[in-house]
């Protein structure tokens, strides 16, 4: 069975500092899908950024970066010029590449990230 | 606007009730999916409908009951419920079998058994 684990329950960061989450996986897969995603105080989770396990290159979106280590089975996220707006609950999931339902998430406890003015 | 809209928002109810939650999305998708957000507790997964069919049922309790009437729809029925049900539902959709896809989610119902 998969596992995603987070270890930082919560995180605070400077306006316009640059701040990482961490997330481990547990899997025997060797192809997968990995994500983070945000949930603001709104509850509705958005998805941050994907990374497909077969891809060397780390995923990219805007301030909003991974680094992706495979045999570390490590899945950091990187948020760079931190604004308020990011403010959330941050969390890390993991998804079986088997051609079936994209919803099947494997999802972490999360981290909880303050963004300070 | 999001594009998966789950009705109500809050629901209190007592142990003896019987209620429904309700989950429509509008992005076309063919795959619909319940969540369980329990604090402290990661995501659990608990129904997946791929093209109106339940294809999952992570070992969730009888007294919850799901119900995909069609593509756009899917709600789960409450009944008899445990305080320990008290959590946040979340509903997501997507397309399946495209795999280079994401799944939507929408922004829950905060349920409370009393």
Redesign the interface.
């Known amino acids: 069975a998969q596992t ?1 684990t987070q270890s930082q329950p919560e995180m605070s960061v400077q306006e316009a500092e640059t701040v990482t989450l961490s997330c481990t996986y547990d899997t025997s897969e060797n192809n997968y899908y990995l ?1 983070w ?1 945000k949930q603001p105080p ?6 941050v950024i ?1 990374q497909e396990a077969y891809k060397q290159q780390n995923a990219t979106e805007n301030r909003f970066s991974v680094n992706f280590q495979k045999a570390a089975k490590s899945f950091s996220l990187k948020i760079s010029d931190s604004q308020l707006g990011d403010t959330a609950m941050y ?1 890390c999931a993991f998804m079986k ?1 088997e ?12 981290t909880k990230l303050s963004v300070k003015p | 606007e ?1 594009g998966v809209t789950q009705t109500p928002r809050h629901l209190v109810m007592g142990m003896t009730n019987k209620k429904s939650l309700k989950c429509e999305q509008h992005l076309g998708h063919n ?3 319940w969540y369980k957000q329990s604090a ?4 659990e ?1 608990m129904f ?1 409908y ?1 093209l109106e069919e339940r ?2 049922n992570n070992s969730v309790p009888s007294r919850f009951s799901p119900e995909c009437p069609n593509s756009s729809h899917l709600f789960l029925h409450l009944h008899t419920l445990q305080p320990e049900d008290s959590a ?1 539902y ?1 509903c ?8 280079n ?3 939507f ?4 119902t ?1 349920l409370t058994v009393v």
Request: net charge positive.
């Open positions: 995603v994500f995603y709104s509850r509705q989770m958005i998805l994907r969390f590449h051609g079936g339902s994209q919803g099947n998430l494997i999802f972490g406890k999360g | 999001t795959a619909m999916y402290k507790k990661p995501l997964l997946v791929s294809v999952e946040l979340l997501a959709s997507s397309q399946f079998p495209v795999v896809t994401e799944a989610f929408g922004q829950g905060r």
